[in-house]
């Protein structure tokens, strides 16, 4: 019991410090990676992502990439099991092994946590901490925490990673309410790479005899 309330009162502690206060450094800092993420036309990034809950004995990791337009709506995902395609308007999810391709609204929300918006997820409904370096190797990391405004979000906090010499996000971990931890892992990045527009439609003529579930 001892243990439970001292970590209440730390995570309460970190919450209300968030809350009160808006960190100057942390906001130039990702101003910095706002600017120059947005100041290309296409992006693709290798990732990992990982959940786990201790409560419920749950790890689990899995690897994909993301091709986006940064200053749209428009990505796509790819991973071993599953596709997720967007167009700003359409999203569509494509499970491999089903052959089965879900078409729904895409969820153009600050709710909506996706690999698509980990570079700008902290522009808007944010208070900033900035938590020092961290050096890993040859690298330099500045540790950022992000707590909502809203305190209705399912999640209390995201942890930012950003690459010093690089201006850009290497890592983002969410932590929700239901002791969930989110785990982004950037592990490649390359600005402007070369992604045609067919890449944010699901084409049915490319996958022969695959079920189409409309579900808007």
């Known amino acids: ?40 036309n296409t992006i693709k990034a290798d990732f990992s992502f990982g959940v786990e809950n201790k409560q419920n004995n749950l790890k689990q990791t899995e690897k994909g990439t993301l091709y986006a337009k940064s200053n749209s709506k428009k990505y796509k995902v790819t991973m071993a099991e599953r596709d997720l395609i967007s167009d700003g308007k359409v999203q569509w999810t494509y499970l491999k092994n089903e052959e089965e391709v879900q078409v729904g609204n895409a969820d153009n929300t600050e709710d909506a946590l996706n690999p698509a918006n980990v570079f700008t997820i902290f522009e808007k409904g944010f208070k900033y901490i900035y938590n020092g370096e961290k050096k890993v190797g040859s690298k330099v990391y500045q540790m950022i ?72």
């Open 1 to 40: 019991m001892k243990k439970f309330i001292a970590l209440l009162f730390a995570v309460t502690t970190v919450f209300s410090v968030a809350q009160g206060q808006t960190d100057p450094k942390a906001k130039a800092i990702l101003a910095e990676v706002s600017k120059k993420y947005r100041s290309y």
């Open 145 to 216: 925490d992000l707590a909502p405004l809203d305190t209705k979000k399912a999640y209390f906090k995201i942890r930012l990673s950003v690459d010093k010499a690089a201006k850009q996000l290497a890592s983002v971990m969410i932590f929700d309410k239901n002791s969930s931890i989110y785990t982004y892992t950037i592990t490649a990045f390359t600005p402007n790479a070369k992604v045609p527009e067919s890449t944010f439609t699901f084409n049915p003529k490319s996958h022969p005899g695959v079920e189409i579930v409309d579900l808007r």
